[in-house]
């Protein structure tokens, strides 16, 4: 049975790809809490550097909850990173 915890360990051992599948299927099942899912498959997305696919999810997860102040937190720094990046395209 997959769960969180070995998600967790895929992405830490460097298998992104793999821990990414396993969150992806467990929302597909409703395994886990989708809260949980959500804010792991941002992180491991943002730790690919995949910002896009991370918004998406920490953006979900603060629709579920908008106290999850971990998932806030990626956004904050999404957003910062983003402004910080795109400056130029707003100022030519």
């Known amino acids: 049975m997959m769960n969180i915890e ?3 360990q895929l992405a ?4 992104r790809d793999e821990a990414i599948a ?4 467990m929302l597909e099942n409703g395994a886990g809490e989708r ?7 941002g992180a491991v997305y943002y730790a690919k550097g995949d910002t896009t696919q991370a918004l998406n999810h920490f953006n979900e997860v ?5 106290e999850n ?7 904050d720094m999404i957003n910062g990173i983003l402004n910080y990046y795109c400056k130029d395209l707003l100022n030519p």
Do not use: S
Not at 22 to 25: A, G, H, I, P, R
Not at 69 to 75: F, P, R, V
């Open 69 to 75: 102040t971990k998932a806030k937190t990626y956004l």
């Open 22 to 25: 396993m969150l992806l299927q």
């Open 62 to 66: 603060v629709r579920i909850n908008p």
């Open 6 to 8: 070995e998600a967790k």
């Open 12 to 15: 830490k051992n460097g298998q």
């Open 35 to 41: 809260e949980t899912v959500l804010l792991e498959l």
